[in-house]
């Protein structure tokens, strides 16, 4: 397992002790956890904007029953 450390404040550091605590968790776990949580919904927030982006340039929509025909014709 890798490590990555980080430099914080006592004050960063207190406040990050309360809320773990309120979490009940170690201040490890809840930096991975939040951490992990934003950088997906960072990730997903920029595929979604490709997508959109990409039906803007060629705005072609199928219905689901109409998609599925066109996938078993393939």
């Known amino acids: ?3 990555i450390k980080i430099k914080i404040t006592d004050e960063e550091k207190r406040a990050l002790k ?3 605590k309120i979490e009940n968790i170690s201040v490890r776990k809840m930096i991975k956890k939040y ?3 934003k ?3 960072g990730y997903e927030q ?3 904007e490709k997508a ?3 039906h803007l340039k060629e705005p072609i929509s199928y219905t689901f ?3 599925f025909e ?3 014709k393939e």
């Open 46 to 48: 920029k595929i979604a």
């Open 39 to 41: 950088l997906e919904d």
């Open 52 to 54: 959109y982006q990409e």
């Open 18 to 20: 309360k809320m773990a």
């Open 70 to 72: 066109i996938l078993e």
């Open 65 to 67: 029953e109409g998609a």
């Open 35 to 37: 951490l992990f949580e």
């Open 1 to 3: 397992m890798h490590t």
